[in-house]
């Protein structure tokens, strides 16, 4: 999948800055949180706090019409969860990067995809869970071939992507806006890899970044 993912233009239109570092990996040994995650997690917690990289964020949410106090970006929501909440291994190493780089992170089960990820505006009829309801018009959504992935660009996953213990292979979306580098983009994506390799010795890891300058 990965060479087929891509992002809208009319989502570079919104925020010029935007880019998305996606990564694959095949052959993870997921399970429930243990010690070393569990530490990942506590340490990723006493991270200084980057409101100037959230605040870009919610400027992103009211360019399309959310109101990022009543739906917030991930990293938003994720950094006023003290302290982390402990999902499983895999979950628990994206969030640990997440908070540390106040970068929003999506991890998902890549073998519950149908078709390629992509990044675009919504036309407000897209197939979406019931908890989640239709994205409206104009809205920043992840979608497949089946519909929605991920309502208002990265404020909550459906369901049946969702990683799980039972996972193997997995799609990790790292996405940045400014005033986050893109060599900080970069080390963010070295650093889960590091963490996926240690939680499961052999697995295949690959990335592609998305950017206007790409």
Excluded at 39 to 60: C, R, V, Y
Excluded at 71 to 92: F, Y
Excluded at 116 to 128: H, I, K, N, Q, T
Aim: charged share 30%; hydrophobic share 40%.
């Amino acid at each position: 999948m990965l060479d087929d993912i891509w992002v809208d233009e009319s989502v570079h239109a919104l925020r010029p800055d935007f880019a998305v570092l996606v990564m694959t990996a095949h052959g993870l040994s997921n399970g429930p949180t243990d010690d070393r995650t569990r530490a990942w997690l506590a340490a990723a917690a006493e991270a200084e706090p980057q409101p100037a990289k959230i605040d870009a964020w919610k400027d992103a949410y009211r360019a399309f019409g959310a109101k990022p106090q009543r739906t917030r970006p991930s990293v938003d929501a994720l950094t006023r969860r003290m302290p982390l909440p402990e999902i499983n291994r895999a979950v628990d190493a994206y969030n640990a990067i997440s908070v540390k780089h106040a970068l929003p992170i999506g991890g998902e089960d890549l073998d519950r995809y149908s078709g390629p990820a992509r990044l675009v505006r919504a036309a407000g009829d897209e197939p979406s869970e019931e908890a989640l309801g239709t994205p409206e018009p104009g809205e920043v959504i992840w979608r497949d071939d089946l519909g929605v992935t991920c309502r208002r660009w990265n404020w909550r996953q459906v369901a049946r992507t969702r990683l799980t213990e039972e996972t193997v292979n997995a799609i990790f979306l790292l996405e940045r806006l400014e005033p986050m580098t893109l060599e900080e983009l970069k080390e963010a994506g070295e650093e889960l890899a590091d963490l996926l390799a240690e939680l499961s010795p052999g697995v295949r890891i690959a990335t592609r970044l998305l950017s206007p300058r790409n």
